[in-house]
């Protein structure tokens, strides 16, 4: 929800006026013949203006031509062409033109969007001369100020070399002279916004703890600039903006009062404005507030910000009624995440860290129909990729029911008895109301209220003259098989509801695409009940509610993924995924149509690879992907739910075109990953059978193992190897030496994206467990990387880190305990532990640290409790005093305690273990 509220685009055209292009064109082509060989220090300005000129161009020829040039002037003297860049960037004599496409070509060769990239980038700035990168960093101060295009690009210039320089200590007065600018008496208000604006992009980018100690310098100066004393609204604006990206830099200044409460004046005064664009970067501010230092509002919720973001809530500006919804998204998001923070807390008898005040709870009353008054203003075609504050509004009281529960039902019941309204606004806003509050409240308390609904909703998903209100129906009727699935499943209209979705699939893309994922909502509901009904007794279902409908419900979805306007509102994927959702939720009496689905997708997917190997065609490419990896995945869904005799019967078809499909050269690397992915699950239903592909497989596997650049189809490549020991043991000794030094190579690559390695490392105990004691050839290499790998640290308040570095103490002690459990081997004379009983102390280590993080995930928990019980069986008493540790007694009690049944019984029979040796 976070980030589709965030969501936003920014379009942006450059034209040239005034310049001959056909004469730049031509000139182009005459530099080039000898641009390799070029100096810069011998270069024409007047040339370079013109190239520059032409960056922004419309027309195609002559921005190619630019584009060239400047490569290869690049190629031979980068270090030269930046300074020439910052000349004329600092040059007020050129034309606006030029200036600004000096800026975005030196920022290009400073910084970039891909992190590899930049860091290379970073680098290479550092090895310049240190003559010319002053000149560069007084030209682009130079510039600030002068510009008359806004934001500054200067000052994006100015940060970019910051966010290299200020971490090493360089540049060491930066931040002094943008501060003066921006406070000096009687400075020029261009300059000034520009210096703002720099300093906000810096902190936007650079790690708080580079500029603690110039924290206040730079929120004095932000700060000074967003008062209402400042005469400037562009200066303004500019501060809202900065501070909004300084916020996180104020954690001190928020821990007393008087300056917080000093930031708190000036940000609320601010939102107080006629000025649009003041007044949202002002709540923007606010918002980010409520998130970061929450624990501190209370004081100003009763004093300001209630009345300031329902004034905003109500307020005729689109954008400004945004920032009132999101700020109250952002409450419920908070105070939901506290709830679940002091329910964990009360479980381990602690005190939770931050208590909720319940501001939602205590506003329900005032935002909620101001929020159904925003659902009511809309128009039946919106584009959907428009965020306003019909869609912001919908977001937010799906919020709200998840936070405040059953208080919310009477808010919004009586809103949803609009259903029958002549005015069809009000009567999607209606059943909207009641589709977004299904998630959060007892079922209990909405069951009579959903009962009653049911029929209507169908009658209007099936015959309501607005495309709106049929669309949100189908969305609102898939939400309930989801959320309320009791209800719907047990309803005497369940079979008209089927017969409502079967015709909406015949409907408006729009209409059809919530259709397709209500028939997987009601799919995996009623096969869910089905298990419930059967009991342990049985595998799967003999039969559920769907059993009847099953082969006109495969068709009809099979016939919607080829409809003439199937590429819109993504219909095509939704159909597929419905499809896969009722492949994989079938019972045993729907398995005829399984087999005959499968001879479907097959022949798609075969007739789909020939046609594009035999067509000329390469505009289409990206749709060719999407429908391979729609099929493919379709397909590997299908396989699974086979049965292994007739899995094997067509898996000389299957595994044709998966290598097929692997072998073009011009596949996208999802298409890789999907077709990595159903070969490893062919290989999973056809066990050892899969050994007679494997030559033909092998040598795409290697590619995929070093495919470091598409680190997704280097991680489902990983997750091949693990099928692999799954699926051949012992045998798995054949391909192990190759294997592990691909793997070891991949830990090594700097460049290969983080998120693989955990599973690199947990794969080093599948292939452990596979080959059992043959491992021992590994063992130092593999105990090296682990204890390096446990070594790591990251900082707790980056939540993304954080995650990193619990997945990958996971893959750590994952491969471990595949470890112990391979040297262990089958019997007496195989068994290799000993090999291992010098690095036990390290692993013991490694498991109290984990045991004593209060940040460790339940999965963290229970792969530490297996790892222990691992060692202690293996071991025996010799190991008692090694794992003796109160710390360890406390991770298996929290085990125990754990709401998730994997943790909990393996925290169990870990204890189980340790009593057996006296150890607890």
């Not at 000025?275 to 918002?287: D, P, T, Y």
């Not at 709830?339 to 381990?348: F, H, M, N, S, T």
């Not at 955990?758 to 491992?775: E, K, Q, R, W, Y």
């Not at 109290?848 to 993080?853: A, C, H, K, Y």
Request: hydrophobic share 40%.
């Amino acid at each position: 929800f976070r980030r589709a509220r965030v969501r936003s685009k920014q379009w942006y055209q450059r034209r040239v006026r005034g310049v001959d292009l056909s004469l730049v064109v031509h000139q182009f082509a005459r530099l080039w013949t000898g641009c390799i060989s070029m100096q810069l220090n011998a270069m024409n300005t007047v040339e370079l203006n013109k190239v520059l000129e032409a960056t922004v161009s419309v027309d195609i020829v002559a921005l190619q031509a630019a584009q060239k040039y400047l490569e290869s002037a690049a190629a031979s003297n980068l270090e030269l062409l930046l300074v020439e860049l910052s000349n004329l960037l600092s040059n007020t004599s050129q034309s606006e033109n030029v200036r600004k496409a000096a800026a975005i070509q030196l920022k290009n060769y400073l910084t970039s969007k891909d992190e590899s990239v930049k860091v290379q980038y970073q680098q290479r700035w550092l090895t310049f001369d240190g003559n010319n990168k002053l000149g560069i960093k007084t030209n682009i101060l130079r510039t600030l100020g002068t510009e008359s295009s806004h934001p500054s690009n200067a000052a994006q210039c100015v940060a970019a070399i910051a966010q290299i320089e200020l971490p090493l200590n360089q540049w060491p007065d930066l931040i002094q002279i943008l501060v003066t600018n921006c406070t000096t008496p009687n400075a020029p208000d261009p300059l000034k916004e520009a210096c703002i604006e720099a300093l906000g992009y810096i902190v936007e980018d650079i790690e708080p703890t580079v500029l603690v100690h110039q924290s206040n310098l730079i929120l004095t100066a932000i700060i000074n600039t967003m008062r209402k004393e400042e005469p400037n609204d562009r200066v303004r604006i500019a501060g809202a903006k900065a501070l909004f990206n300084a916020l996180e830099f104020c954690k001190d200044q928020f821990d007393h009062p008087e300056e917080r409460n000093y930031i708190m004046r000036v940000i609320c005064e601010s939102t107080q404005t006629n000025i649009s664009k003041l007044s949202v970067a002002s709540l923007q501010c606010l918002s980010k507030i409520m998130s970061l230092y929450y624990k501190h509002m209370e004081h100003y919720m009763s004093q300001a910000l209630f009345a300031i973001t329902l004034s905003a809530l109500e307020s005729k500006d689109d954008d400004v009624a945004l920032q009132g919804i999101e700020f109250w998204s952002t409450t419920c998001e908070e105070e939901t995440d506290l709830a679940i923070e002091a329910q964990e807390a009360a479980e381990l008898g602690e005190p939770p860290d931050v208590v909720s005040k319940h501001y939602m709870l205590g506003a329900l009353q005032y935002v909620v129909p101001q929020l159904l008054k925003c659902l009511t203003v809309q128009e039946e075609y919106d584009d959907e990729e428009d965020w306003n504050p019909n869609k912001a509004a919908g977001v937010c009281l799906m919020l709200i029911a998840q936070c405040c529960m059953d208080n919310v039902v009477p808010h919004v019941i009586p809103f949803a008895e609009h259903i029958g309204h002549q005015d069809w606004r009000f009567r999607d806003a209606a059943v909207m109301s009641f589709g977004c509050i299904v998630d959060g409240p007892d079922p209990k308390t909405l069951n009579q209220h959903t009962w009653n609904l049911i029929p209507h909703l169908i009658n209007m998903l099936k015959s309501d003259s607005s495309l709106a209100v049929r669309d949100t129906c189908a969305w609102t009727l898939g939400r309930i098989c989801e959320r309320l699935p009791q209800t719907i499943l047990q309803h005497p209209s369940v079979n008209d509801l089927v017969a409502a979705l079967l015709l909406s699939l015949e409907n408006d893309p729009r209409v059809a695409t919530n259709a397709c994922w209500a028939f997987s909502s009601l799919a995996e509901s009623a096969y869910e009940a089905a298990e419930n009904l059967a009991g342990d007794n049985e595998e799967e279902p003999q039969t559920y509610i769907l059993s009847s409908f099953y082969p006109t419900i495969i068709q009809k979805l099979l016939l919607t993924t080829a409809r003439p306007d199937a590429n819109q509102n993504n219909l095509r994927s939704a159909a597929y995924e419905s499809i896969m959702e009722l492949l994989k939720s079938s019972p045993r009496d729907c398995y005829a149509i399984v087999q005959e689905t499968t001879v479907t997708i097959i022949q798609r997917l075969e007739e789909l690879l020939h046609h594009r190997q035999s067509s000329n065609e390469k505009t289409s490419g990206g749709n060719y992907n999407d429908l391979q990896s729609l099929l493919c995945a379709t397909l590997q869904c299908v396989i699974k739910k086979m049965q292994q005799g007739d899995a094997i019967q067509i898996s000389d078809t299957v595994m044709s075109a998966f290598l097929m499909m692997m072998s073009s050269n011009e596949q996208s690397s999802e298409v890789q990953e999907d077709a990595l992915m159903a070969v490893g699950t062919v290989m999973e239903v056809t066990d050892k059978h899969f050994a007679k592909y494997m030559d033909s497989f092998w040598p795409y596997l290697v590619a995929s193992l070093q495919n470091h650049a598409e680190y997704s189809v280097c991680a489902a490549s990983v997750g091949i190897v693990g099928d692999m020991c799954r699926t051949f043991g012992a045998e798995m000794a054949n391909f192990s030496d190759k294997l592990m030094d691909m793997l070891v190579a991949a830990l090594s690559d700097q460049a290969l994206h983080q998120s693989v390695k955990p599973s690199i490392l947990s794969t080093f105990g599948d292939i452990a467990m596979a080959i059992g004691p043959v491992f021992t050839k590994y063992l130092q290499v593999v105990i090296h990387i682990l204890k390096q790998a446990s070594e790591a640290t990251v900082d707790k308040n980056d939540y993304e880190m954080l995650d990193y570095f619990n997945e990958l103490r996971e893959g750590i002690l994952e491969a471990y305990s595949g470890i112990v459990q391979g040297l262990k081997g089958e019997d007496a004379a195989s068994n290799q532990l000993e090999q291992l009983r010098q690095y036990l102390q390290i692993i013991v280590q490694l498991i109290i640290s984990v045991s004593e993080d209060r940040d460790k995930t339940d999965s963290l928990t229970c792969c530490a409790c297996g790892l222990i019980g691992d060692i202690v069986t293996g071991y025996g008493s010799s190991v008692k005093n090694l794992v003796q540790f109160d710390s360890i007694a406390d991770l298996l009690s929290q085990g125990r305690r754990s709401r998730i049944s994997k943790t909990k019984s393996m925290a169990h029979w870990a204890s189980k273990e340790m009593k057996k040796i006296g150890a607890l």
